[in-house]
């Protein structure tokens, strides 16, 4: 029958102390739900992404490709008819945009429809084209299918004719054929379209030329061999790589940003277990005697232990169901700034909806209920080595001594603080900060355990012994000192919130430091008075090219003082993303272009310039370990070759890795004189504006150009930073509320906990007001020495996130930069928090008159 | 003029089983200098007829009078501020607040009043002087045996020089030899300082020291002699 006492302990007190049991469900229901919301969001992302590989190679092994530059088609015939291939697709791809609605991306996909049959790509969408439906795009010119979804998002339907941009100018396409199924709505979010690949070639001026070669090799016999034996007929410069791998860094790119992500609202969980672990010990206080007769009637210290941690489970479950339909309702309005955010960094998703998965739903459920019962261990271990003689003899009316283990708590915090500082001396691993995030975690228990013993400190000298019974202060003494008294069962609210305020504070330094920096980079490395291409500087800039007649005649503008040419090839090196810069280094080492990491600017342009010297970013440098005079081989039209490194620079491109090269060079090995866009440079700056509309008017007729200020492309750049941090500051925001709902839920129960107290209190004179102000003397205080502790723990936070964590998970260096502001937000933020967060306590501190109090103990 | 004056009080709760009348029709006059012993079974009205008398329960009908101050009219700020000055209060549990030390709890109603440490310090010497705990003054409550803590909350009580002391079976929760030493401490106050005391007590040892003992039986006064 141990299962019906249980039910009886358990759902009794659920019952009887409601308010505290729906405070404790709401605080961990929020922390389940920034932690269910923030995996659901990215995850969702991540899966799009992940299906978009998927259905885009289909049943393809591996594909053909060539850096920059496009295979020739004469290619095709050779590989199809090659004894080891099974079949052979040819594919071109081109990204664009819509002329209506204004900037609506799209990526248009060319295919040999006979081709494709093995594929099975778009999970079954070109299976179910009818005879006449592949008519329709053979034989209507300029013809495109379009997911059926899509075309109705911009307006089309069967027949209707639509522009899209394609270097620099706006061509007509026709909507022949509707596509259904799933498939392509999983492909780029479903913003794409199909065409006859002889068609694209035309339309986006890749003639002669595909973008790779998908295959399925015949089976039987070494991969490795047949491999070697198609090699020998390619031309140099195309190169097989598996189906899917070029994505692989940017996989890891966005799965490094879920990672981050987690880690933050993983701080919302944990202010949920401090929750549940105040609850647990305060109700384990408050039942020291029912637990002792319990013991007394022959239940084990076994059974005890499992009524705590089964009574803390029934919180995890709870609390975990709200949680997760939390989650999803967050995770909807979470989704459209998630998404953009890995549009504008890493790649093109589209993300409708979020997917349900019950195991994933019945995985968080768990975590739920075992978070609530790690937390609820140790008082229900304090609860199961309960004497029952000490508790049923305990002096009547009395509360027995609070148990001061300062001095371990204090050794074990200082101990954990100098176990921090080597952590994050660790290498990453597989890039992952492994050591970093350790060392926060360290460093964060450490200040919790110093905690008590600080405040016990700070209030004694600070506040106690200078308000020592001042005439007026009685309210605030008595709330220093209950404090103080019960430092030990307050610190776990207390570090709640100073977790809150670490991660306020530490974020704040390390995105402030880094917008700083990003703004300094900006000022020395984007130089140019006018930036102008066919599309504005974006993930789709490098399919899109000038009008090389265009470029000639705006490189003769008397206006100009110098013109920096440029072509971007965006590729993978060793499985990660890099893109290739191309163009005159000479004007950026006129104007000052790029910042090094070391070695003098000077030499490094002359390498560069005279000697085959290629700059790689600081990003590439630390994925491939790579320093100037270094070799690094990469795939160009020709085929491999081997380029010095004349110089790191830092950079702040959040694509990967990059590196920049003369355009000599680049036409050198890839043979490619196509230009992507310009920078002007200005005889005279202050002529922006008459000069940019000169362009626009005298080209209007002959190429579609976006041409964008200085000014401009630095505002755009730091709007992209401000809402890639939207998320972090919505996450902060719930943090800090659930850590002011600790601070409510602990004063709530000491108020709950100490009602005789209040009563004597009372009983013996004390005013309404005086015990208000007493318990809201409590709460500010508490708020106070968790906002100390919170804001030195968060500047060593931040330290470990600038210069461990980001350095280690984007390869990034970011110069610190303080600022006061973000303390003073902060304490203002806390300050008011606190004393509003006990408010509520204070007014249950005087709902009840004196004598209730005293008599229902 | 009696100092404590009592008519008609009837006190009644509320419960599942009904309507539950805890005083009924009391008429009572104590007063200055007396120590009145209230005595009766357990339940027959003893610590709510103590209880309307400090201020902290309102009767249902009927008119408390207090030095001439009708104190069932009083504001709740007033009720506060009369507990504080007028009455000192004895709890059978002692009630002593557990942060507190031994002479911290003592000062407690007087800095509630608005005194500082130094317009306090005096008193709470002679306070401990007069019940012997000087050698505890820093100790905290549960440091303490129930007859020190007794003598704490008997020199709280009488910390703002209240007109009445209010004492709750303070003898129930110690044995036979500390309750009989608390009993004439507070025999000692009236007599030496002509103190006005009320105990509620179910056992027979207050009696021979009061002046009276009025016995209660279900919420009525049953004799006064």
Avoid at chain 1, 314 to 319: F, S, T
Avoid at chain 1, 812 to 840: A, E, N, R
Avoid at chain 2, 177 to 203: D, M, P, R, W
Wanted: with cysteine.
């Amino acid at each position: 029958m141990i299962i019906k006492v249980y039910r009886l302990f358990i759902l009794r007190r659920y019952l009887q102390s409601w308010r505290q049991s729906l405070l404790t469900l709401f605080g961990l229901a929020l922390g389940v739900t920034v932690f269910v919301s923030i995996h659901l969001t990215v995850g969702a992302s991540l899966k799009s992404f992940k299906k978009t590989v998927q259905a885009v190679s289909g049943k393809a092994e591996w594909q053909l490709v060539r850096e920059g530059k496009e295979i020739e088609e004469d290619l095709f015939p050779q590989i199809k008819k090659h004894p080891e291939v099974q079949a052979a697709a040819p594919v071109v791809e081109f990204s664009s945009t819509l002329h209506r609605p204004p900037n609506q991306a799209i990526l248009i996909i060319g295919l040999d429809y006979f081709s494709e049959r093995e594929f099975g790509r778009y999970s079954g969408a070109l299976s179910s084209l009818t005879e006449a439906d592949l008519l329709a795009l053979l034989l209507t010119p300029r013809a495109v299918a379009l997911p059926r979804e899509f075309a109705a998002q911009v307006g089309l339907k069967k027949g209707d004719s639509f522009s899209v941009l394609v270097n620099g100018r706006y061509q007509k396409l026709t909507v022949a054929v509707l596509l259904d199924g799933r498939g392509t709505t999983q492909v780029f979010g479903g913003q794409m379209g199909l065409m006859d690949i002889a068609q694209a070639q035309e339309v986006f001026g890749k003639r002669g030329g595909l973008d790779r070669i998908d295959l399925i090799l015949r089976e039987g016999g070494e991969e490795d061999i047949r491999l070697q034996e198609l090699k020998a007929i390619l031309p140099p410069g195309v190169r097989w790589i598996p189906a899917g791998g070029r994505e692989q860094g940017t996989e890891r790119m966005i799965r490094s940003y879920q990672l981050n992500l987690t880690a933050l609202s993983f701080i919302a969980v944990l202010v949920g277990m401090y929750l549940i672990y105040n609850t647990a010990s305060l109700s384990v206080a408050r039942r020291r005697k029912d637990l002792g007769v319990l013991r007394s009637l022959g239940m084990l210290p076994g059974q005890i232990l499992r009524l705590i941690l089964w009574e803390a489970a029934g919180y995890g479950l709870i609390g975990g169901l709200l949680g997760i339909l939390g989650g999803w309702v967050l995770a909807g309005f979470l989704l459209e700034t998630v998404s953009r955010t890995i549009n504008d960094l890493y790649a093109m998703v589209g993300v409708a909806d979020i997917p349900f998965s019950p195991s994933e739903t019945l995985l968080f459920l768990l975590l739920s209920i075992a978070a609530s019962m790690i937390s609820a261990y140790l008082p229900a271990r304090q609860a199961s080595r309960l004497e029952p003689r000490e508790v049923l003899y305990q002096k009547t009316g009395l509360i027995g001594p609070v148990k001061s283990r300062n001095w371990k708590l204090t050794l074990g915090g200082l101990g954990l603080l100098l176990v921090s500082l080597p952590l994050t001396w660790l290498p990453p691993w597989d890039h992952w900060p492994v050591g970093g995030f350790a060392s926060t975690l360290t460093l964060t228990l450490g200040f919790s355990l110093l905690l008590p013993g600080g405040i016990r400190w700070g209030i004694n000298r600070l506040f106690i012994s200078r308000l020592k019974r001042k005439k007026g202060f009685i309210s605030a003494w008595l709330g220093g000192n209950y404090v103080n008294r019960y430092a030990g069962r307050m610190a776990v609210s207390m570090a709640a919130l100073m977790i809150a305020v670490a991660m306020l504070i530490s974020i704040g330094l390390m995105i402030r430091s880094f917008r700083q920096g990003v703004d300094n980079w900006i000022s020395r490395s984007v130089s140019g008075d006018l930036f102008v291409g066919p599309i504005f500087p974006s993930n789709q800039g490098f399919s899109q090219f000038m009008d090389p007649r265009v470029v000639e005649e705006i490189k003769s503008m008397k206006e100009l003082a110098h013109v920096y040419a440029y072509r971007g090839v965006s590729t993978d090196l060793r499985g990660y993303s890099l893109r290739i810069w191309s163009g005159d280094l000479a004007v950026i080492q006129r104007y000052g272009g790029l910042s090094f990491t070391q070695g003098k600017g000077e030499d490094i342009f002359n390498q560069a310039l005279n000697a085959e010297g290629i700059l790689v970013s600081e990003i590439l440098a630390g994925q491939l370990h790579l320093k100037p005079g270094d070799r690094l081989e990469m795939m160009t039209a020709g085929g491999p070759h081997s380029f010095s490194v004349a110089g790191v620079f830092y950079d702040y491109r959040t694509e990967g890795g990059a590196v920049w090269m003369d355009r000599t060079l680049f036409l050198r090995y890839w043979q490619d004189p196509r230009i992507n866009g310009l920078r002007l440079y200005l005889k005279d700056p202050s002529k922006i504006n008459p000069v940019r509309e000169s362009i626009l008017k005298r080209f209007a007729d002959r190429s579609t150009l976006v041409i964008i200020s200085n000014r401009e492309l630095r505002d755009q750049i730091l709007k992209i930073f401000d809402q890639t941090f939207h998320i972090t500051y919505i996450l902060e925001a719930i943090a800090v509320l659930m850590a002011f709902l600790g601070i409510l839920h602990s004063s709530a129960i000491s108020v709950l906990f100490r009602e005789r107290e209040l009563g004597i209190l009372k009983a013996v004179g004390a005013a309404s007001g005086q015990v208000r102000r007493m318990i809201l003397t409590e709460t500010t205080l508490m708020g106070i020495f968790s906002l100390i502790w919170g804001a030195a723990s968060g500047t060593l936070l931040s330290l470990i996130l600038i210069f461990v964590i980001n350095k280690q998970s984007f390869g990034w260096t970011i110069p610190f930069h303080w600022s006061g502001t973000i303390y003073l937000q902060t304490l203002g933020i806390i300050v008011l928090g606190s004393f509003f967060s006990g408010w509520i306590p204070s007014r249950m501190a005087v709902r009840k008159s004196a004598q209730e109090m005293i008599r229902e103990e | 003029m009696p100092l404590i004056e009592l008519r008609n009080i009837s006190k009644s709760y509320p419960s599942e089983a009904g309507e539950v009348r805890a005083l009924q029709g009391i008429d009572l006059a104590v007063a200055q200098g007396e120590m009145v012993v209230l005595s009766g079974k357990s339940g027959c009205g003893k610590t709510t007829l103590l209880n309307m008398i400090g201020a902290l329960d309102r009767p249902s009908s009927g008119e408390i009078r207090v030095d001439g101050r009708e104190i069932t009219l009083l504001s709740e700020k007033e009720r506060t501020l009369f507990r504080r000055r007028q009455v000192g209060t004895i709890f059978q549990s002692f009630n002593l607040i557990p942060m507190l030390t031994v002479e911290e709890n003592i000062a407690l109603p007087r800095w509630l009043d608005g005194f500082d440490d130094q317009e306090t310090a005096g008193l709470v010497e002679a306070l401990l002087v007069q019940t012997e705990m000087t050698h505890r003054r820093k100790h905290r409550a549960h440091e303490l045996s129930g007859g020190e803590q007794q003598r704490v909350a008997i020199a709280r009580a009488l910390i703002n020089s209240p007109r009445v002391i209010l004492a709750d079976e303070p003898t129930g929760n110690l044995d036979s030899h500390t309750g009989a030493q608390v009993l004439s401490i507070l025999a000692a106050l009236n007599q030496g300082k002509g103190q006005t005391i009320i105990i509620a007590t179910h056992s027979r040892e207050a009696d021979v020291l009061a002046h009276r003992v009025i016995h209660l039986r279900d919420g009525k006064i049953l004799d006064d002699h």
